[in-house]
């Protein structure tokens, strides 16, 4: 463990691994609350998610090629990313809706196929990146250093998701939404038009997903293939934190960001991936055990 | 009928179909050659540079009255396939082309993983395969005989890079052996190839190795080993992932203001990260298989500085060629001059004339060992100076002379 | 006497197919093992209604464990990774000692761990065993790819097929056929047995089934056992005939065989005996046209196709069948079922 004696040594670098994961985790908890509207509201999941992310990280490229600041990216791919949001309801999602959970999952996991061949096709496989020319905050003599772009992705992410708390809370749209969430056929009965709430909430996610990936762009680099990433990780902090749980998603992205970054550094980058994975299906496994204590059964 | 009697005719007629859709391919007047590249999946950056490569020497040999065996002209033509990235794919893909499509000339995919995978099959089959993308060592010690490769091994390519920093070790106040060195090498055989290439290099200088991390495939974020690189200030930061290794190793390099004297890696060009980062990847070292600034010429592009003028023109968006390019011409290249030598279309004949290469292209010399690998042309580091490529190894070819220790982010 | 006759005739023409289009055996062979991922997936997928994306585990395994077993037996280790000299091909019947050692070993081990993972994972329900499975195959191919005993990232070249066995298409087009043949049959014989009441009971209500009192767990963990001890076999072949193993593509690759045998499943329609058969042959063959036609488009059809494949026909070709000619097909599809319950 020669990696932890530096760490022990160093304790500095604790912090650089902390923030690292921590603004990583920012951005996780933006998608992976998307997914939890999205899980919640229609009962679907969505693996498709991560091809959204990928889709607004080409958009603001897009934008970024053409001269225009990567920052127009985040709106302008919010929009656009709710249309095609739309769109896929409407041609595919309105129909699995009310079906088996697993045909969702499948059809969403076309849905993802199609994207990245068809941004493959479009962009090309080239990995792209938009610079937003921030530059770098250092702190602690230097030790620590904190690119400017990770902090405002950050920002950004936590004040989506409060504005989202708000739209939930106060509108009108947001309180249709959530009763659909407990109760499609109630809601039904009582004149809301379900379709057209699962339209927005799907739309919204889509929305959201682009706002992250124009983060995504601006921070790392973008390329058609690197959807899955985002889609597991969203899933997994979704199921810790639970279906509707806003601070909670918010705290497990933060952990989940925080966690892979020590592990890529304490098990060596070979083994982060793996970890990110054997620790879905741990977190499985102990929910269940958790809640057979609890005499429920997990569907 | 109910369903069970008739699914197996159901299946018998679809194979029908399949057979019906793919006959062999036409001979007449031209010669084919297979290749399965990637068009999409991870390496599909790298496939259509292959692919160009490719392309262009058919287009640039076909004009030029196409090759000439046994006194009769033949146009070259190519059939492809696309593997996806996927070894699985890939030799499923070879077995076709061999054996629905009766290719009996092969030229190579892109990446070491995907040779490895076909080798065994043109092996099995005698096929010839001659490929300019498959760099790694454990191809050429499986004896096989069919199997040719014009580029230099991997455990070569950044093997320049360790030397350099062992010669100017001085500068830094050291002697060679203090120097330390980080690895970060995505875990796929070309990156482990040049690896175990590196260790070798650094072990006989008595370099400490002090990270040795493999990013993994599907990597977004090397956040984790850069801190690692932080804290432990290595003198040699050495990484090597593809095109998307490059690109991130770049960008994250500079966004958490990494210090290393030295930084080198493979793909800068492929990445183009002179484009994409201006300014912060001033410095970087790339090795690379070939430069445009050599001085070796032949008969069909002329000089290779005249191969970069022509590929600028044919395909848009490159400023630098990439080597993987440029070597895949030359794989198509040393197949025209194998034909026209043996004078024969018989794979065996051909087998034996490839064997017998013994020529320049504008890529460079090529000579084949017994076992199939490029022996007589050395491998290049160019390093990133104000946007433009230079070469600093070795010493025949040094444009300038290396800028070590880097200035730190500090200074620039 | 009907039944006898007609796998006859199947049993014929899958045997002259490889003859008569030599060029084609290798595609054969992989149909062959189309049919196996589709029919092992249905098994826990369809009848027991256990959807799994993470069966491909087996498969991985089963290919690495062959694979090692092959190499340890013959070759010295050391030798065979340090990329020193050339290697000799086996003697034919080394070739086939190791082979068949390696696929027992590949059973066995898969069989032991659908045991110790099933405990497990198999008390999970719906989605989130569909996700764990997901995340069980995935972790699977990065652990490997972090083990330099099996070659880690760099992969593992498996042994070359020696001269003297015939020709190495026919070989392994009929190898893979045996074993789809054998998991047919087998799976015939289970479904048509008390176990194959027992899983579709729990695919239809688990807890029901287990208030009459099955052994749910039971039933499950043999379902998936059966399930990867095919799959482990399939792997260790395909080792062979793909002749290189790459931990993350070819062993575990669960977004292109972990997905693909849930769609062939779904494709032909799930829970039936035949529809995994039929789907894989639709899907295998509709791929290799897409390749050959679809230069480059080919995932991007693909992925259009599974949406409309799942949106569209989500019960399948026989769902669909049964569906839309009740007449004609649903009473000889019901009488099918019946005939297999009283055989």
């Known amino acids: 463990m020669d990696n932890l004696q530096i760490l022990l040594d160093a304790p500095i670098f604790s912090v650089q691994l902390l923030i690292d994961g921590l603004l990583v985790g920012a951005i996780f908890a933006l998608v992976a609350y998307g997914m939890a509207l999205v899980w919640g509201v229609m009962n679907i999941i969505n693996i498709c998610q991560g091809e959204y992310v990928m889709l607004g990280g080409f958009i603001t490229y897009l934008l970024f090629s053409w001269g225009i600041s990567p920052f127009v990216g985040i709106p302008v791919a919010f929009v656009v990313l709710y249309l095609v949001g739309w769109l896929t309801y409407r041609v595919v999602i309105c129909r699995v809706v009310e079906q088996d959970l697993f045909i969702s999952i499948l059809a969403t996991f076309g849905i993802s196929i199609l994207l990245q061949q068809l941004m493959n096709q479009l962009f090309t496989a080239d990995v792209q990146t938009a610079e937003a020319g921030l530059g770098t905050a250092f702190l602690f003599n230097n030790m620590v250093t904190v690119p400017w772009v990770k902090v405002v992705g950050f920002v950004l992410a936590l004040s989506v998701g409060v504005v989202l708390v708000l739209f939930m809370g106060r509108s009108r749209m947001g309180q249709a939404i959530r009763a659909t969430a407990q109760n499609a056929r109630a809601a039904r009965i009582m004149g809301i038009d379900t379709d057209r709430v699962y339209a927005v909430t799907y739309s919204i996610n889509a929305a959201i997903c682009g706002a992250a990936g124009a983060l995504v762009v601006m921070t790392w680099v973008v390329q058609a293939f690197q959807g899955l990433a985002y889609t597991v990780r969203s899933f997994m902090i979704v199921v810790v934190a639970g279906i509707g749980n806003l601070p909670g998603v918010v705290v497990a992205g933060l952990g989940l960001g925080a966690a892979e970054s020590y592990a890529g550094f304490l098990l060596g980058a070979e083994f982060q991936t793996a970890f990110i994975f054997s620790l879905l299906v741990v977190i499985l496994l102990w929910r269940n055990y958790r809640l057979r204590a609890q005499r429920k059964v997990l569907r | 009928m109910s369903v069970r009697r008739f699914s197996p005719y159901l299946a018998a007629l679809a194979s029908a179909l399949l057979l019906g859709s793919a006959g062999p391919a036409g001979a007449g007047e031209s010669i084919t050659l297979g290749a399965a590249v990637s068009e999409t999946g991870k390496y599909s950056t790298n496939g259509k540079h292959t692919r160009n490569g490719y392309n262009l020497a058919i287009k640039r040999i076909n004009e030029m009255g196409g090759i000439n065996v046994g006194g009769k002209s033949y146009q070259l033509k190519i059939i492809y396939y696309d593997d996806e990235s996927t070894p699985a794919r890939g030799a499923q893909l070879a077995e076709r082309l061999i054996k629905q499509d009766g290719i009996k000339y092969m030229l190579g995919p892109y990446s070491s993983g995907l040779t490895k995978a076909i080798a065994p099959v043109t092996e099995k089959y005698g096929i010839p395969m001659v490929e300019g993308n498959g760099a790694s060592r454990s191809l050429f010690n499986k004896g096989y005989k069919y199997l040719f490769a014009v580029l230099s091994t991997s455990e070569q390519y950044l093997a320049e890079a360790v030397n350099l920093a062992a010669e100017n070790a001085g500068k830094l106040g050291k002697s060679a052996s203090d120097i330390t060195v980080a690895l970060a090498m995505e875990n796929d055989p070309f990156s482990q190839d040049i690896r175990a290439g590196v260790l070798d290099d650094a072990k006989r200088h008595g370099m400490k190795v002090v990270i040795d991390d493999k990013l993994p495939k599907d990597l977004s974020d090397m956040a984790a080993t850069l801190t690692k690189v932080k804290a432990l200030k290595p003198d040699l930061l050495i990484v090597s992932g593809h095109s998307k290794g490059a690109a991130l190793a770049q960008r994250q390099s500079s966004d958490m203001k990494v210090d290393v004297p030295m930084l080198a890696m493979t793909h800068c060009e492929a990445a183009k990260v002179q484009d994409k980062f201006p300014g912060t990847s001033d410095y970087t070292l790339c090795a690379t298989q070939w430069a445009s600034t050599m001085s070796y010429s032949d008969k069909w592009f002329g000089s290779a500085s005249d191969y970069a003028n022509t590929f600028r023109a044919e395909y848009e968006g490159y400023t630098v060629v990439p080597y993987q390019a440029a070597e895949s011409t030359a794989s198509v290249l040393v197949w025209a001059d194998a034909f026209e030598r043996a004078g024969s279309l018989d794979t065996d004949a051909l087998r034996d004339a490839l064997a017998a290469t013994e020529m320049q292209t504008f890529y460079g010399n090529i000579k084949f060992a017994p076992t199939g690998q490029n022996v007589a042309k050395p491998m290049a580091l160019r390093q990133i100076i104000g946007g433009k490529y230079k070469v600093v190894a070795p010493s025949k070819w040094a444009e300038i002379p290396v800028v070590f220790p880097k200035p730190t982010w500090a200074e620039r | ?343």
């Not at chain 3, 696929?103 to 996700?131: M, N, Q, T």
């Not at chain 3, 409309?308 to 019960?315: G, S």
């Open chain 3, 1 to 343: 006497m009907k039944v006898i006759l007609r796998y006859t005739l199947i049993a014929i023409a899958a045997l002259a197919a490889p003859l008569l289009f030599p060029e084609y055996q290798i595609q054969l062979a992989w149909l062959w093992l189309m049919v196996v991922f589709a029919l092992t997936w249905d098994a826990v997928g369809g009848q027991m209604g256990y959807n799994s994306f993470g069966n491909v585990f087996y498969f991985g395994l089963g290919m690495y464990v062959t694979a090692v077993v092959q190499r340890d037996l013959y070759y010295d280790f050391e030798e065979y990774e340090t990329l020193a000299g050339s290697l000799d091909t086996l003697p034919p019947a080394d070739y086939l000692t190791g082979m068949s050692l390696g696929l027992a070993a590949s059973a066995v081990c898969a069989v032991l761990c659908a045991i110790v993972l099933g405990s497990g994972i198999l008390r999970l329900r719906g989605h989130y065993f569909a996700i764990c499975t997901l995340g069980l195959g995935i972790a699977a191919g990065e652990i490997a790819a972090g083990i330099d005993y099996i070659g880690a990232g760099s992969g593992l070249v498996t042994p070359v097929f020696p001269d003297g066995l015939g020709e190495k298409g026919l070989f392994f087009c009929y190898l893979l056929l045996a074993l789809a043949a054998v998991t047919f049959l087998v799976l015939r014989w289970l479904y048509t047995s008390r176990f194959g009441l027992a899983i579709n009971a729990i695919r239809d209500d688990e807890d029901k089934a287990e208030a009459m009192g099955l052994h749910t767990t039971r039933y499950k963990t043999i379902a998936w056992c059966v399930s990867g001890f095919f799959l482990a076999i399939a792997g260790g072949i395909m080792g062979d005939l793909i002749g290189f193993i790459d931990p993350v593509d070819t062993a575990f690759a669960g977004a292109t065989f972990g997905v693909w045998m849930v769609l062939m499943a779904i494709l032909g329609g799930k829970g039936t005996l035949w529809g995994p058969v039929i789907g894989a042959t639709i899907f295998h063959v509709t791929q290799e046209i897409f390749w050959t036609f679809l230069f480059g488009w080919q995932r991007v059809a693909l992925g259009a196709l599974i949406v409309i494949i799942v949106v569209f026909f989500p019960q399948g070709v026989m769902g669909f069948a049964r569906a839309r000619w009740p007449d004609r097909f649903g009473h000889r599809v019901e009488s099918v079922a019946d005939e297999g319950a009283t055989q």
